[in-house]
């Protein structure tokens, strides 16, 4: 195979940009925070000025309160992690080996080896002022050397803020809105700059960038959207871990704090109201047991419907597959990475040497269900059948992806996470 000429690299661009469209968005959504509970947003702003009096020690109580929502309800930016501890170290050397921050050999040295070969990997941030304070907030550039795929990964967690003393402390949003409002800001600053995407690619929690979507009337969301088993909204995945009366405490909470979140609602409200791309695609991943989001976690069941239904007036189509890794743990099913998905169950989470029943090949089979996703050979997993229908489709010298992270994935991890790709890019190229 001809090797492909180099192309003009996004490597050679600043490591910091200002994004300076973003203030008025930010400081619009800062106040939304200082009003105090996320009820008043909507309330006459002769109301939110009169509430404005209490408005620090009700701040300050809606910060516990959503701090100790974001550990009962899985959100974002909750800490420690102990379960996450080895994976994080992991994460963290062999992010180190790739970029030539870790020189120690280990188990990843030769997989580094090769990333560096083909990758080219680079810090960024995108600066907006605010109030004598700059808000930092940082993404991780993967870009192959030749012609091929671009990620910006986009973590909820490394973010900072910097004083006029230059004095950093970690971002602390204090609202859903506010987590939300970031990863938005992040797309139309790289957009301004150039950088249209093709898709973007969403895991669990990934899925709240969603909830920033209403502060903007011009975004537009890229071509390709992949919703990998995400959060519909605090109150369903309220409602599928704990039982009544607790589910309803939370909920409660979660909306006077300001931090009750509805991806779902906003998607659809999304398309609703903005102008969406002629063809527009939406995958749709599911883990037909997932601890967090199926069953009364999974999103409204008339939500596949209503996409549908917007997204074929644009020409475009849904894609939607659920899948059942057999001889694996349920609990696992949530984070089952990609590569392990595959339209025959019995190969799901196992390897690719068990053969197909010629019964198995509607894919539908032991809560397995393919029928309405992308064409899949029996041998192809999730993480192919994406690169074959989703990366290999581009409009310049890449295709551009942006990752918005779950959960738990730290900038390491999420990078970690993006390997598997990767190896599959080198492979192929």
């Given amino acids: 195979m001809a090797s492909l000429a180099p192309v003009p690299s996004l490597m050679s661009s600043p490591p910091h940009w200002n994004y300076d469209e973003g203030v008025k968005v930010l400081a619009y959504v800062k106040k939304v925070n200082a009003v105090g509970l996320g009820l008043f947003q909507n309330f006459p702003q002769g109301i939110q000025n009169a509430f404005s009096v209490i408005t620090k020690p009700v701040t300050w109580v809606k910060n516990i309160l959503g701090d100790f929502l974001r550990k009962r309800m899985y959100l974002p930016l909750h800490y420690p992690i102990p379960a996450m501890i080895r994976n994080m170290q992991a994460a963290k050397q062999l992010y180190g080996l790739v970029t030539g921050k870790e020189t120690d050999q280990s188990c990843f040295s030769g997989i580094a080896a090769r990333v560096r070969e ?68 992040v797309l139309k600053a ?152 595959f339209k025959n169950g019995l190969n799901s989470g196992v390897n690719k040497t068990i053969p197909a029943e010629p019964s198995l090949a509607n894919g539908l089979n032991f809560g397995t269900d393919t029928r309405d996703f992308f064409p899949m050979g029996q041998n192809e997993s999730v993480l192919d059948v994406l690169n074959k229908n989703v990366l290999s489709q581009k409009q310049g010298s890449h295709h551009n992806c942006m990752v918005w992270g779950g959960s738990l994935q730290t900038p390491d991890i999420l990078f970690m996470g993006l390997l598997p790709t990767l190896i599959e890019y080198i492979k192929k190229s």
């Fill in 118 to 185: 083909h990758f080219d990997i680079k810090e960024m941030s995108i600066d907006i002022p605010l109030n004598e304070i700059i808000y930092s907030f940082k993404i991780t550039v993967v870009e192959s050397k030749k012609e091929g795929v671009r990620f910006f990964l986009f973590s909820y967690y490394g973010h900072e803020i910097v004083d006029r003393e230059q004095n950093r402390k970690p971002w602390k949003p204090g609202s859903i809105d506010e987590l939300g409002v970031a990863p938005c800001l």
């Fill in 190 to 341: 790289l957009e301004k700059q150039g950088f249209k995407m093709d898709s973007l690619d969403l895991f669990s929690m990934g899925s709240l960038g969603f909830q920033g979507l209403k502060y903007f009337e011009d975004i537009k969301l890229p071509p390709t959207i992949i919703l990998d088993r995400n959060l519909a909204s605090t109150y369903r995945v309220a409602t599928k871990l704990y039982a009544f009366p607790i589910k309803w405490i939370l909920y409660v909470g979660a909306l006077l704090s300001g931090w009750d979140a509805n991806p779902e609602s906003s998607l659809l409200k999304y398309f609703e109201t903005h102008e969406a791309h002629q063809g527009q695609r939406v995958v749709v991943i599911k883990a037909t047991e997932d601890f967090y989001f199926s069953k009364q976690g999974d999103f409204s069941p008339n939500f596949i419907s209503k996409l549908r239904q917007w997204v074929s007036e644009r020409q475009g189509r849904v894609f939607s597959g659920e899948f059942f890794p057999l001889m694996t743990h349920e609990r696992a099913h949530h984070a089952f990475p990609r590569e392990g998905l």
